[in-house]
């Protein structure tokens, strides 16, 4: 199951275009259930149905088979970031993020996660090194903080309608999102009053609202209950801008990445793909656990 990653990227993709296996079993002259067996890891296409796919899937052959990354542009591009409170905080973090790329990042408790996602958000400013942004920052980012930022006194719909608003989004149906989070029912209560998990949900909803180049979501699901973790999942899937999301959920995040940063010491200390840790038959749980503990692993 775990070395299923062809499997499962043909699941994501197809998802992605919004195509049934029948659909796209019609478009490659094969059954159904050929379909089904490709992506339960049964069976492979063939080479000739593998370049099909990636001509239906428009993503290079190389990515649909081994998740390599396509010749994408980055978005993001930060280089030997430093910040130092009162003692070193990030120490030389660089990394870049590509279009379309789904990254967690991981990293202990005060390992400086949140401090990196501000930096990115250009809420604070690094000591040294540099952030270079290929998106526009008040128009195509989108951020969903670790503390809610909610106004209190507000109601739960005008609070939805007042980003429409600012947002200029003209084509929202503010209802039928309500109703789809889960919220109709909490449209007319104060935010004040919501409990913990719904201000989250909330939070998601607001941070989702319009269409980004970029998302940064800091632990996400914190407060849900199982439902809505699930939910918030299948949510992020639908996601289409490249999406760096700080999560210690541990139970979902093994289907939804393609990549990993981990964060140790004021380093990324690991920067991995999830096909790959898959590949050595590891899920992303035990990968962290041994590469947050002991610092010589690697898989060279
Ligand atoms: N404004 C600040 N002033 C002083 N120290 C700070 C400030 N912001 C963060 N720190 C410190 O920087 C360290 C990293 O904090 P940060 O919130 O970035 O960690 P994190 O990896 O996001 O942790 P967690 O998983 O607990 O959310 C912590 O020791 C924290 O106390």
């Known amino acids: 199951m775990q070395n299923n990653s062809l499997g499962k990227q043909i699941i994501r993709l197809r998802q992605k275009q919004q195509l049934s296996q029948a659909k796209l079993a019609e478009r490659l002259f094969v059954s159904r259930q050929a379909i089904s067996k490709w992506e ?37 591009t930060l280089s030997k970031i430093r910040k130092k409170y009162q003692q070193p905080i990030l120490r030389d973090v660089s990394f870049s993020l590509h279009n379309h790329e789904r990254v967690a990042l991981l990293g202990s408790n005060g390992a400086g996660k949140t401090t990196l996602v501000n930096l990115i958000a250009g809420r604070i400013r690094p000591d040294s090194g540099t952030i270079q942004r290929n998106y526009q920052p008040q128009l195509e980012f989108s951020l969903m903080p670790q503390q809610n930022v909610l106004i209190g006194p507000m109601r739960v719909q005008e609070m939805i309608e007042l980003e429409v608003s600012i947002s200029q989004l003209k084509t929202v149906d503010v209802p039928e999102l309500l ?88 380093v990324i200390t690991a920067d991995e793909r999830v096909a790959t840790i898959h590949a050595h038959n590891q899920n992303l749980d035990t990968w962290y656990r041994q590469h947050n503990q002991t610092p010589e692993v690697s898989y060279e």
């Not at 069976?43 to 899937?57: G, H, T, W, Y």
């Not at 990515?63 to 993001?76: D, E, K, R």
């Open 40 to 76: 339960n890891g049964e069976a492979e296409p063939d080479l000739d149905k593998l370049v099909q796919l990636s001509q239906i899937f428009n993503v290079d052959l190389d990515y649909l088979v081994l998740n390599h990354p396509m010749h994408q542009a980055s978005i993001l």
């Open 179 to 266: 109703k789809r989070a889960n919220l109709w029912d909490q449209r007319n209560q104060v935010i004040g009053s919501l409990s913990g998990g719904q201000k989250r949900k909330l939070m998601f909803l607001l941070t989702v609202i319009k269409p980004a180049q970029l998302f940064i979501f800091d632990e996400p699901t914190v407060g849900m209950d199982l439902e809505t973790i699930d939910r918030f999942w299948q949510h992020l899937d639908q996601i289409t801008g490249a999406t760096l999301v700080i999560t210690h959920d541990f139970n979902q995040i093994d289907h939804y990445f393609d990549r990993v940063l981990l964060l140790r010491e004021g």
